[in-house]
C-alpha cells in the first residue's frame, strides 16, 4: 500500500519560517524523484521543489532563494524549508513521488509537470498571514 503523508503545515506569520515533512511507504524510495507542489482553489497545481534520486535539486522562481527541500532515505522522509514566509505562500502543500527506473536506475527528472508524478499525498494546508 503506497502512502505519503505531509505534516508540519499550519498557520504562520509573515516573515516567518515553516518545515514540512512528508513520510512514504509501499514503494521503493530512495531512486525516486520527490516532489512538493502547491495548490490554491482556481489555481493549477504548481512545482515549488523536487530532488532526485541522487540528489539533485530544482526550485521554482517563485521561491528560489527561500526554500530548502532535503531527503532522509532511511527515513523514507522528504522535507521542505520555507522561509521569509509570504502571504503568497498561502496554499495546500503536496508530496509526491516519481519512480526511478524498474531496474534499479535513479530517477533523474528535476520535473515540475504534476502527470510525471506516480504518487500523491493528500496534502498539508499552509496559511500566511500578515
Known amino acids: 500500500q503506497v502512502q505519503l503523508v505531509e505534516s508540519g503545515g499550519g498557520s504562520l506569520q509573515a516573515g516567518g519560517s515553516l518545515r514540512l515533512s512528508c513520510v512514504s511507504s509501499?514503494?521503493?524510495?530512495?531512486?525516486?524523484?520527490m516532489a512538493w507542489f502547491r495548490q490554491t482553489p482556481g489555481r493549477a497545481r504548481e512545482g515549488v521543489a523536487v530532488i532526485e534520486g541522487a540528489g539533485s535539486r530544482r526550485y521554482a522562481d517563485t521561491v528560489k532563494g527561500r526554500v530548502t527541500i532535503s531527503r532522509d532515505n532511511a527515513k523514507r522522509t522528504v522535507y521542505l524549508e520555507l522561509n521569509t514566509l509570504k502571504v503568497e505562500d498561502t496554499a495546500t502543500y503536496y508530496c509526491a513521488a516519481r519512480l526511478g527506473h524498474v531496474l534499479g536506475g535513479h530517477c533523474f527528472e528535476l520535473s515540475f509537470e504534476p502527470s510525471r508524478y506516480n504518487y500523491w499525498g493528500q496534502g498539508t494546508q499552509v496559511t500566511v498571514s500578515s
Open positions: 509501499g514503494f521503493r524510495y530512495n531512486t525516486s524523484c
